[in-house]
């Protein structure tokens, strides 16, 4: 891992301007990633997890509250996104190894556990970080994102499920769905974020810094390889209920996800608790990140 030292991004210091961030660079698994970090290092560590097609960035305004309230929080640009480095090949993008990238990021920390908190596919690793090392999950927070298990039986039950899934079978084109990403400015991701959330969730600054991290080389087919990857390497399901305390989160204006799959996600799990909120949509942690941000909280101190 090397030293922590002041952002190199560009955007640390105009996007949390309550605590002071660190960038750095830790190799885990055998991979570089970039992470951002911000809080006492000795604080109880919680690790938040982004999703597609993001990066560190959107969790921006849960970081702040976070580390008032007491925690130290590590933010990775995941593997394949942003800063982070970009391993060639799909297989480079199996579940197993980004559950293991995060295993060992706690690892980096001196840590032997952290809460853990993911959205989108971020959430798809907390699931398995939760399920296959559960000896490294305090306790585990889902947002708008179901447990594999409850998401393949929907998908064989439910036609509106499979209806929605389409752009994963999509992205399962070799080279072409990168090139329809990149046409015109990276217009088709510019819709994939704002015609999916409530108008004027994302700002036109705010899609500019996206649009640098889409535009990184190698960085539109490393995030389509996660799911290229989930599909040619099918991730084994868990088997026994997810260990760790686990609340779900999530905004029942998901336009990609049924709202039946946050109350069979919370029955998978061995001591889970379900938080819907109405009239949000998938985009939870930028629509409403200070009811998200309590919700952890409590969860946290309970």
Same mark, same amino acid.
């Given at each position: 891992?090397?030293?922590?030292?002041?952002?190199?991004?560009?955007?640390?210091?105009?996007?949390?301007?309550?605590?002071?961030?660190?960038?750095?660079?830790?190799?885990?698994?055998?991979?570089?990633?970039? @992470?951002?970090?911000?809080?006492?290092?000795?604080?109880?560590?919680?690790?938040?997890?982004?999703?597609?097609?993001?990066?560190?960035?959107?969790?921006?305004?849960?970081?702040?509250?976070?580390?008032?309230?007491? $925690?130290?929080?590590? @933010?990775?640009?995941?593997?394949? $996104?942003?800063?982070?480095?970009?391993?060639?090949?799909?297989?480079?993008?199996?579940?197993?190894?980004?559950?293991?990238?995060?295993?060992?990021?706690?690892?980096?920390?001196?840590?032997?556990?952290?809460?853990? @908190?993911?959205?989108?596919?971020?959430?798809?690793?907390?699931?398995?970080?939760?399920?296959?090392?559960?000896?490294?999950?305090?306790?585990?927070?889902?947002?708008?994102?179901?447990?594999?298990?409850?998401?393949?039986?929907?998908?064989?039950?439910?036609?509106?499920?499979?209806?929605?899934?389409?752009?994963?079978?999509?992205?399962?084109?070799?080279?072409?769905?990168?090139?329809?990403?990149?046409?015109?400015?990276?217009?088709?991701?510019?819709?994939?974020?704002?015609?999916?959330?409530?108008?004027?969730?994302?700002?036109?600054?705010?899609?500019?810094?996206?649009?640098?991290?889409?535009?990184?080389?190698?960085?539109?087919?490393?995030?389509?390889?996660?799911?290229?990857?989930?599909?040619? $390497?099918?991730?084994?399901?868990?088997?026994?209920?997810?260990?760790?305390?686990?609340?779900?989160?999530?905004?029942?204006?998901?336009?990609?996800?049924?709202?039946?799959?946050?109350?069979?996600?919370?029955?998978?799990?061995?001591?889970?608790?379900?938080?819907?909120?109405?009239?949000?949509?998938?985009?939870?942690?930028?629509?409403?990140?200070?009811?998200?941000?309590?919700?952890?909280?409590?969860?946290?101190?309970?």
């Amino acid at each position: 891992m090397e030293p922590h030292g002041r952002a190199s991004d560009g955007v640390l210091e105009a996007t949390v301007s309550s605590v002071e961030l660190d960038s750095s660079r830790r190799t885990v698994n055998g991979v570089d990633l970039h @992470v951002v970090a911000a809080g006492d290092e000795s604080a109880p560590l919680v690790v938040l997890l982004h999703g597609f097609p993001e990066f560190w960035y959107g969790w921006r305004r849960v970081i702040g509250p976070l580390v008032d309230a007491g $925690y130290r929080v590590v @933010v990775p640009d995941q593997r394949g $996104y942003n800063r982070s480095e970009k391993p060639d090949g799909v297989g480079s993008y199996r579940l197993t190894e980004l559950t293991r990238d995060v295993v060992e990021l706690i690892g980096t920390e001196d840590r032997e556990r952290a809460a853990v @908190v993911g959205h989108d596919w971020g959430g798809m690793v907390a699931w398995s970080v939760a399920a296959h090392h559960p000896e490294v999950v305090d306790r585990l927070t889902i947002v708008n994102v179901p447990h594999p298990t409850a998401y393949r039986r929907q998908l064989l039950s439910n036609p509106a499920q499979l209806r929605r899934s389409w752009y994963a079978l999509w992205f399962q084109v070799p080279w072409l769905p990168e090139r329809v990403a990149r046409y015109d400015d990276y217009r088709v991701l510019e819709r994939a974020l704002r015609g999916t959330a409530a108008p004027g969730t994302f700002r036109d600054d705010e899609l500019a810094r996206y649009r640098r991290a889409w535009d990184r080389e190698g960085a539109l087919t490393a995030m389509l390889n996660w799911y290229r990857a989930a599909a040619r $390497y099918p991730p084994r399901s868990p088997t026994e209920p997810i260990e760790p305390p686990t609340l779900v989160v999530w905004g029942e204006d998901d336009d990609a996800l049924v709202p039946s799959l946050a109350v069979d996600s919370t029955m998978l799990c061995a001591d889970g608790r379900l938080e819907l909120l109405p009239e949000t949509s998938h985009w939870v942690p930028h629509e409403a990140p200070t009811r998200l941000t309590d919700e952890i909280l409590a969860h946290l101190a309970a």
